[in-house]
């Protein structure tokens, strides 16, 4: 196979306010091969992005390279602006995260395609567009010759991103750039996404870099793996011995932190990754790593290798394969049938929408949209309901009826009290019992806010006095979820995400609930810090008998989590029952879809029956 | 500025390991528009306020021999056409300026922040009905029910507060109102409200704090705005009462003598109103700049 | 489309609905009534009892509310108190200067404006921008009755290159149609600057915002120059917030032309308003304010639609 794209000691450097540039990225060397998928793969700061626009040449004003990017056989590093302007988008196309802000929203998704095709071919108007209609059915949109002049909006996630892979595709150049491509959609449609893909590659013979930050998703699609870490490469070599013995530490704690279903304990890394102004000298995952020596800490580890892959690091060769798959497989989780915390009885949302008809829109009319329809179900202390579904699925829906944010029909019975029967006192004294923690850390937390009076506001609210007992609280609460109280005097933006969402559980902490709705409280995080906290939030359930409802698209998490699994679908029920057989042993359709639509779940699966290295190769979900 | 304050200290290294010297110069550097903007308003604050004790001469005394003169030493600014000493006139016209400019933007603000708020926070039908309200009376130009007003009894100085904030606080409430009601749906407010924090304390201790800065800003082009149309009342000859004046009042007499070249009588008032505005709008857009960068 | 237009529609009319109460209340909250005003040193009892009974204001508040609503439907403004002719034909005798300043002022404003908030937009956080920041603000913070002023001293004064008063009607344009541009321009010029400087200065930033947007980026790596961007994607989505801010602004435009038109003498309908508020001449004021309210809320009706046609969202949601 003859390399598409060659990046030889390729370095990025930033410039950051007046100072001189900072470097992002250092030595990265890596190869594309046509037909051949290389996933770049790393945390959000990894560098990983810019490493992408340094490639084609766009990067922030101010910026400086070094090395050499080869495309083929030719140096990008050399061209002139124009010569490389020539060839963005007629040799490399681009594939970027959020396809609904990375089209232009007031153009017609037609013109946005014919656009690239006209500027690098000159054919005419009507060639280009027949060229568009083609590559709509080369992409799966239905019904092509209807869809060319509509709208980005107009379109569903899945269908941008497929109108976006059209757009990159319109000149068939060699090497395909796809930049988180799959993230915020639907675990389905990202599958379908990742297929599309690898069909169009190997049909085309384009190389693609793949960058990610999950590294689930490009398990069984990629042939080349490359893991940044602070900017520089960790290990990299072929997908299959990097997924069945990864060498270097961060490689293997990136993999042990995929939650499991059964699994007693993630593997979680402590720290944040440092900023690219006050990155270590050494190796720069030193200061995070279980296997840190002296050494590490004074110079970069030089590259090595065994097995298959090229990994920075000097313990690497000690790090056997029993390691990953050692993680304690917790067979025995019996645990006692505690008192119902919460039952919902046929609960039922409906929101009021604008009228479909328009002579009754203008007489104000409206018509009414069933979110959740029909749900019930009981949760006992100490247990996590978990929520799955997909965008529209109604599981948040289903979470803010339960904390009372919504009207809603039904019953929604705490402790033995029902809601529905209670005065506005009453009920603003029960609400306390239910507490919830959202997606977004930093929305949860209020900017203006220190994080001391952040968490002792329920405190105040609930009407404890003395500003002195309540700091204490506060402190306690933060210490109980792995903070410092020190930085109780800060804001929201000083600290890390993950750290924020930890703020988040003291707060709902505070007023002692007996129960927390978690609404994706962890998809907005990186996997090592998703991983932390799914630790401690289980911990807190064993110490304090808290209860969960885990809402979330992600079935990892989710089966890691829960002792019961809900499967919503367009605010129907699919399927309830116990986690271990309703992922195992799906009843319907679409909860057999879902499962096997997760990577990290499948792999499990896998795992639980060879009990040892991580298997690859499986397609069978295909 | 609290919150830049936290990054500083957050950030390790960086900001601490510099010397005083160096953070208070690179903080100056870093707000050149904030800190001349306020170095800026400060001088024009103590020259309305304090002038006069440094220099004490009648603003309406006439001097009768000296009329229409240029700047000499015995007047650094010249007399006006009947003989007044126009720094002491300048002096007493800022005076007279800021006295109005200010309470009326602080009126402006009260009225527009309840106004929004009460239409943010209240049912939506209530909502509707304030902003329908609200339309209507931003398609009145303010300066022009100003001067119906104005025209209607001679006003004194309370009078012209109450006037000038009751005609230009629609625009703000707006903006109020947009604001808070972008923000309540936010997550931190559903937490709160989750813990049993009423709608009151919502809008008091979240939704306030949050839009503190942007509320600031606003505040100090209502100033400007203040001063710019107090300037164009007394221009039109509704402003304040002679013998006393204001910048807007002197500059009008200077013009109205354009044929003589009276410079010494147009400039100065037009620089201080200029510098006001400018003033006001250095520091309001310096606020703006430095929380772009905090994002 | 239709429903969006619709539903604009009937706010706008309740709007106008409101306006035209406030503007009720706005002339009938004189203390002691209107003849009181106008009769000043001469208030006898008798004499303000025959007034009120002449002008119409003898009856209760509501069936005054109710008669002139019923007149404002025909048409009928009133009389003016002084002048003693109807308001409605005042009006139009200023209106088509007015209109000239109006549109010309708009007009420069927004070509002026596109083009600065273009350079300002693509040079932000360096020196162009920074300079083009500070021209705004100094145009904004001159009062516009001295840069008149100082137009009309050095423009019609010291280089005697254009005229600065006594421009004559529209409808009867004697010396030309030439004459009278040129009779324009400063008035033009003087509106425009104000306008300019908060227009460009909002242009500005959205230009700015918009080519920080994920679909620039986009964009640029299909190949495309930064130009066919700006003017290809860029632009057309940086004139939304523009249109939306000129329906806004009419009001302030108008302001601005109050103090201009009596700065350069100029017989509109900024000048009229002047005269007749300064001599409590009400139903002419209320008609001009009234005037002004349905221009400005059409106006804002106008930037919507046309939003709706820059931006498809508007059009489908």
Redesign the interface.
């Known amino acids: 196979m003859s390399a598409v794209l060659t990046l030889d000691q390729f370095a990025v450097a930033l410039r950051r306010g007046r100072g001189k540039n900072v470097p992002i990225l250092d030595d990265i060397n890596l190869t594309v091969a046509a037909g051949e998928m290389t996933a770049l793969v790393g945390e959000s700061g990894s560098g990983k992005t810019i490493a992408s626009l340094g490639v084609i040449r766009l990067l922030p004003r101010g910026a400086s390279t070094a090395g050499r990017v080869m495309l083929g056989a030719q140096d990008l590093t050399d061209l002139s602006d124009a010569e490389m302007r020539k060839v963005r988008g007629r040799d490399i196309g681009m594939v970027f995260q959020n396809p609904l802000s990375a089209l232009n929203p007031s153009t017609r998704v037609g013109a946005q395609i014919t656009e690239v095709y006209r500027l690098h071919t000159g054919e005419s108007d009507r060639a280009a567009r027949a060229r568009a209609l083609e590559l709509f059915g080369e992409v799966g949109i239905p019904n092509p010759a209807d869809r060319l002049d509509d709208y980005p909006h107009q379109f569903s996630g899945g269908m941008r991103q497929r109108v976006m892979i059209a757009m990159a595709l319109a000149c068939s150049p060699k090497l395909l750039i796809a930049d988180e491509p799959t993230t915020g959609l639907d675990l389905l449609v990202a599958r379908q996404i990742m297929a599309l893909l690898t069909k169009l590659r190997r049909e085309r013979q384009m190389g693609v870099l793949f960058i990610t930050h999950d590294l689930s998703v490009v398990e069984e699609h990629a042939d080349q793996v490359h893991v940044l870490y602070a900017g520089r490469s960790v290990e990299w070599g072929p997908a299959r011995s990097f997924f069945e013995q990864p060498r270097h530490p961060y490689s293997q704690a990136l993999l042990g932190a995929v939650p499991r279903l059964g699994q007693a304990r993630l593997v979680s890394i402590p720290g944040n990754l440092p900023d690219p102004e006050t990155r270590p000298p050494g190796c720069r995952f030193a200061p995070r790593c279980s296997y840190r020596e002296d050494a590490c800490e004074t110079a970069y580890p030089a590259a090595d290798t065994l097995g298959g892959t090229v990994f920075a690091c000097r313990r690497g060769r000690e790090i056997v394969p029993e390691v990953l798959g050692a993680v304690p497989q917790a067979a025995v989780r019996a645990r006692q049938s505690g008192p119902v915390v919460l039952q919902a009885d046929a609960l039922g949302v409906d929101y009021p929408r604008s009228a479909a008809s328009f002579l009754r829109g203008l007489l104000g009319g409206r018509d009414r949209l069933t979110a959740l329809s029909n749900i019930s179900f009981s949760l006992q202390r100490g247990q996590c309901l978990g929520v799955v579904g997909e965008s529209g699925s109604g599981k948040s829906t289903l979470g803010r009826a339960v904390l009372q944010m919504i009207p809603y029909h039904g019953r929604v019975i705490l402790d033995g009290h029902d809601f529905t029967t209670m005065g506005a006192r009453e009920k603003r004294a029960a609400r306390l019992g239910v507490q919830v923690v959202f997606q977004d850390p930093r929305e949860s937390l209020n900017p203006r806010m220190r994080i001391g009076d952040i968490v002792a506001e329920p405190l105040k609210l609930a009407g404890m006095s003395g500003s002195r007992a309540r700091r204490d609280a506060a402190a306690a609460l933060l210490n109980r979820v792995g903070l410092n109280d020190r930085m109780m005097s800060q804001f929201p933006l000083a600290v890390s995400g993950g750290q924020a969402q930890r703020i988040a559980i003291a707060r709902a902490l505070a007023t002692k609930p007996a129960m927390i709705v978690l609404d994706e409280p962890t998809s907005s995080l990186d996997v090592s810090t998703q991983a932390m906290l799914l630790n401690l939030l289980k911990d807190l359930a064993e110490t304090d008998g808290l209860s969960y409802i885990l809402i979330s698209h992600d079935i990892a998490a989710v089966s890691y989590m829960a002792d019961t699994i809900a499967v919503l679908r367009g605010g129907q029920l699919m399927e309830m029952g116990d986690a271990a057989s309703v992922l195992g042993a799906p009843q319907s359709e679409y909860t057999r879809e879902l499962v096997a639509a997760s990577p990290h779940f499948r792999s499990t699966n896998k795992m639980g029956a060879a009990s040892g290295a991580v298997a690859v190769a499986d397609k069978s979900g295909f | 500025m609290?919150?830049s304050l936290?990054?500083n200290?957050?950030a390790?290294?960086?900001a601490l390991r510099r010397g005083a010297a160096a953070r208070l110069l690179g903080w100056v550097g870093d707000r050149t528009m904030l800190v001349s903007g306020l170095v800026l308003a400060v001088l024009i604050l103590l020259f309305c306020f304090l002038g006069a004790l440094i220099y004490p001469a009648s603003p309406v005394a006439i001097h009768g021999h000296h009329a229409f003169q240029p700047p000499s030493g015995a007047f650094p600014l010249g007399t006006d056409q009947i003989g007044r000493d126009e720094l002491a006139r300048l002096i007493e016209g800022g005076f007279s300026t800021m006295v109005v400019a200010i309470p009326a933007a602080l009126l402006t603000f009260a009225i527009g922040i309840i106004y929004g708020m009460t239409a943010a926070l209240t049912p939506s039908w209530v909502d509707k009905i304030l902003m329908?309200?609200l339309?209507?009376?931003?398609?009145?130009?303010?300066?022009?029910?100003l001067?119906?007003?104005?025209?209607?009894?001679a006003p004194g100085n309370t009078e012209l507060i109450f006037l000038l904030g009751l005609t230009s606080w629609p625009g703000l409430a707006r903006l109020v109102r947009n604001e808070a009601i972008s923000q309540r749906g936010?997550?931190?407010v559903?937490?709160?409200?989750?813990?049993?924090?009423g709608t009151w304390?919502v809008a008091r201790v979240?939704l306030l704090?949050?839009m503190?800065p942007i509320l600031v800003v606003n505040f100090t082009f209502l100033i400007?705005d203040s001063v710019?149309a107090l300037?164009?009342l007394s221009?039109?000859?509704?402003g304040v009462k002679p013998p006393m004046t204001s910048w807007?009042g002197l500059?009008?007499t200077g013009?109205n003598l354009?044929a003589l070249d009276p410079w010494w009588m147009?400039f100065p008032s037009?620089i201080m109103?200029?510098?006001?505005?400018?003033a006001t709008?250095?520091i309001g857009?310096g606020i703006l700049a430095r929380l772009g960068e905090?994002r | 489309m239709i429903r969006m237009i619709t539903k604009r529609l009937l706010t706008s009319i309740f709007t106008l609905i409101i306006l035209v109460s406030v503007v009720f209340a706005m002339t009938h909250a004189t203390p002691g009534g209107p003849a009181f005003s106008i009769l000043g040193q001469k208030a006898t009892p008798a004499a303000v009892k025959a007034l009120n009974a002449r002008l119409g204001l003898n009856v209760p508040w509501w069936d005054q509310y109710f008669i002139w609503w019923g007149h404002l439907l025909q048409g009928r403004l009133g009389f003016s108190y002084l002048l003693n002719r109807p308001v409605t034909e005042l009006i139009s005798e200023y209106l088509g200067n007015t209109l000239m300043l109006y549109i010309g002022a708009i007009v420069l404003a927004v070509v002026l404006a596109i083009g600065i908030g273009l350079v300002q937009g693509v040079t932000w956080g360096r020196w162009p921008a920074r300079l083009i920041g500070a021209f705004q603000l100094a145009a904004y913070a001159l009062p516009t009755f001295f840069v008149g002023t100082m137009f009309i001293l050095y423009f019609g004064v010291e280089w005697q290159v254009l005229p600065t008063g006594g421009i004559t009607n529209l409808r009867d344009v004697h010396p030309g149609i030439i004459d009278y541009g040129r009779h324009l321009v400063l008035p033009i010029l003087t509106v425009g600057l104000l306008s300019v400087s908060g227009l460009s200065r909002y242009f500005g930033a959205s230009v700015h915002e918009e080519l920080n947007k994920d679909y620039v980026r986009t964009a640029l790596a299909k190949g495309l120059t930064f130009r066919a961007v700006l003017f290809g994607h860029v632009l057309r989505n940086a004139l939304r917030p523009l249109v939306t801010i000129l329906g806004l602004s009419f009001p302030g435009i108008f302001v601005g032309s109050v103090l201009v038109e009596s700065v350069f003498n100029y017989p509109g309908l900024g000048y009229l308003l002047w005269r007749s508020a300064l001599s409590q001449d009400y139903p002419v004021v209320s008609g001009i304010v009234l005037l002004l309210g349905v221009i400005t809320v059409v106006g804002n009706l106008l930037a919507d639609l046309v939003n709706g046609l820059l931006d498809p969202r508007e059009i489908y949601d």
């Open positions: 609290s919150l936290a990054e200290m957050a390790p290294g960086g329908r309200l339309d209507a009376l931003l398609a009145l130009p303010g300066l022009v029910v001067i119906f007003f104005a025209s209607l009894f936010r997550d931190f559903l937490a709160t409200r989750q813990f049993g924090g304390y979240h704090r949050v503190a400007g710019l300037s164009g221009f039109l000859g509704l807007g500059l009008q013009l354009i147009i037009a109103i200029f510098a006001s505005i400018v709008n250095l857009q905090g």
